[in-house]
């Protein structure tokens, strides 16, 4: 019996349901022979192959499917049934090489597996050279953290309008989605504007580097920002004339430095504490009121950094403005970053379009 004809015995035995393990040598042999002939078969060839994959794959180990969709996944002209029957093995192992790489499953099946298979289903698909918006649509909705931010990341993928309000909205909270949507060269504006608004300093400052044509949106969205707490403000005002009276002087005389502002928020002294960042920075008292007061950590970094001051002094004024709730120990260590990361330039530089706008 020539090679050939043991070959095809062997092939009509383990398609008739022979053992797992004759039939994965087999599935061997069958990809071999597909893969090495694949550019030279007609679309009758691959079909034929398409029912044998089919036939060998049924029942046997996940190793043995895992290396067959590694085999195929490049492959221009794999055979789709089997290709699409691997995409949706439960397995990762199996279908992950085909989500990623296979260009024989359509974007109907990749919407149909994002909206039914797992997160690393979902992972795997994000990772395609190109995604078409109706796919990224599933991803960002269904999605878990790590696939909405591998998918942001991805430089060939497109986003519907639906699928940049959800990435938005899920941005509010997460600083490093927000920073990768807001890189994103074709964001639309609008998008871009309403990621500011929700961004922390050290966003707004990333994005700023990232689209320097939009760095005064981001000037106007901090403007905007500081604006909206001045009722807030305005109800919790102090009295400031005694302290104003008294920072002055020591200014004038030579002896107010940034030992003294750590000294007063130390001692809890906010009055004295605000009017000596005025003083030191040139600064109206609502102003700097208002970032002390404020929801943000950001706006009172800003001053201090803007004022001059060392990191261990800007520390003691954000425990001074965090009151009783104290600072957790992750917010404190965003606060250090941001802190010298910032320039005081542009710390400078932001306060002054504040002070302008108003």
């Known amino acids: 019996m020539s090679s050939k004809n043991a070959f095809l015995s062997e092939l009509e035995d383990a398609l008739a349901n022979g053992p797992a393990d004759r039939r994965a040598k087999t599935l061997r042999r069958v990809t071999d022979l597909f893969v090495f ?9 691959v079909a034929l192959f398409d029912g044998v994959f089919n036939h060998l794959i049924a029942d046997i180990e996940t190793s043995a499917r895992a290396v067959l969709a590694d085999r195929l996944k490049s492959v221009s002209n794999a055979p789709p049934g089997v290709i699409r029957t691997l995409a949706f093995d439960d397995a990762i192992d199996v279908a992950g090489p085909v989500l990623a790489n296979s260009t024989q499953i359509d974007n109907a099946a990749l919407v149909e597996n994002a909206r039914t298979k797992s997160q690393d289903h979902l992972l795997a698909i994000s990772q395609r050279p190109t995604l078409v918006e109706t796919v990224t649509d599933v991803l960002v909705e269904r999605g878990n953290r790590d696939v909405a931010l591998s998918t942001v990341r991805n430089s060939g993928a497109k986003f519907s309008e639906t699928g940049y309000i959800r990435l938005v909205k899920r941005s509010e909270h997460d600083d490093e989605l927000a920073k990768s949507v807001g890189a994103r060269p074709e964001i639309p504006r609008q998008h871009f504007l309403k990621l500011l608004t929700t961004a922390s300093m050290a966003v707004r400052l990333a994005l700023q580097a990232a689209h320097p044509e939009h760095a005064g949106d981001v000037q106007n969205v901090v403007a905007d920002i500081a604006a909206a707490i001045q009722v807030k403000a305005a109800t919790a005002s102090r009295d400031y004339g005694a302290a104003q009276t008294m920072v002055q002087r020591m200014w004038d005389e030579g002896h107010l430095d940034e030992s003294n502002v750590e000294g007063f928020a130390r001692a809890g002294k906010f009055e004295e504490t605000a009017a000596s960042l005025a003083v030191m920075g040139s600064l109206p008292i609502d102003m700097v009121e208002r970032a002390m007061i404020g929801d943000r950590e950001e706006a009172i970094l800003l001053v201090t950094k803007a ?18 709730g104290g600072l957790a120990a992750d917010t404190l260590a965003k606060c250090r970053t941001i802190y010298y990361n910032m320039k005081r330039d542009t710390a400078a530089q932001v306060i002054k379009y504040q002070r302008d706008r108003r």
Request: include cysteine; glycine fraction near 14%.
């Open 307 to 324: 004022v001059g001051l060392s990191w261990p002094a800007a520390r003691s004024v954000l425990y001074l403005c965090a009151g009783k």
């Open 37 to 45: 002939g694949s550019s030279h078969f007609s679309g009758d060839h």
